[in-house]
């Protein structure tokens, strides 16, 4: 006969809690055990790492409000530039029109301004429009850093 091959379980010092030792295992083991005696320096621990996290998710709470409030804003002004380029076109339209008809003396001054500022105003309209594009289509805009670059 052949011999088995031997097994040991050995299981030494202090142990405070459940010990298991097994070959295998199929299925769930739950251990139950009466309440551990608690820490108080863990549990104010515990406690201030809670109000760390609480404060530092409020503060990201905080700056994606304020993040969304500056673009709201910025929109209204693009609103706002968008409306005076258009005003501004017509007036600069009027101007080339009387500049066409030499209404007055220096009208091909005045005509020749008119073309230069009208371009300048159709570029804003258009660059404003583009943006406001975006903005409805939740692309995302860059809104610049300082308010008088708006």
């Known amino acids: 006969m052949s011999e088995q091959p031997s097994i040991r379980n050995e299981l030494s010092g202090s142990v405070g ?9 199929h299925g769930d083991v739950v ?4 309440a551990a005696p608690v820490d ?3 549990v104010e621990t515990q406690r201030r790492w809670s109000e760390r996290q609480r404060r530092i998710l409020d503060e990201g709470t905080a700056k994606e409000a304020a ?7 910025y929109v209204r002004v693009i609103h706002r530039k968008r409306r005076w380029n258009l005003w501004l076109l017509l007036v600069e339209g009027l101007a080339v029109a009387l500049g066409y008809l030499r209404a007055f003396p220096s009208a091909a001054l005045v ?5 230069l500022f009208g371009l300048i105003s159709l570029f804003g309209w258009v660059h404003c429009s ?5 903005a409805r289509t939740g692309r ?3 809104v610049p850093r300082h308010r008088w670059m708006w």
């Open 140 to 142: 995302t805009i860059p």
């Open 67 to 73: 993040e969304q409030r500056r673009f709201e804003d």
């Open 31 to 34: 251990f139950t055990s009466p």
């Open 130 to 134: 583009v943006l406001l594009w975006r």
């Open 40 to 42: 108080p320096e863990a």
């Open 111 to 115: 005509g020749a301004l008119g073309i």
């Open 17 to 25: 809690g459940h010990v298991v030792q097994s070959g295998a295992i």
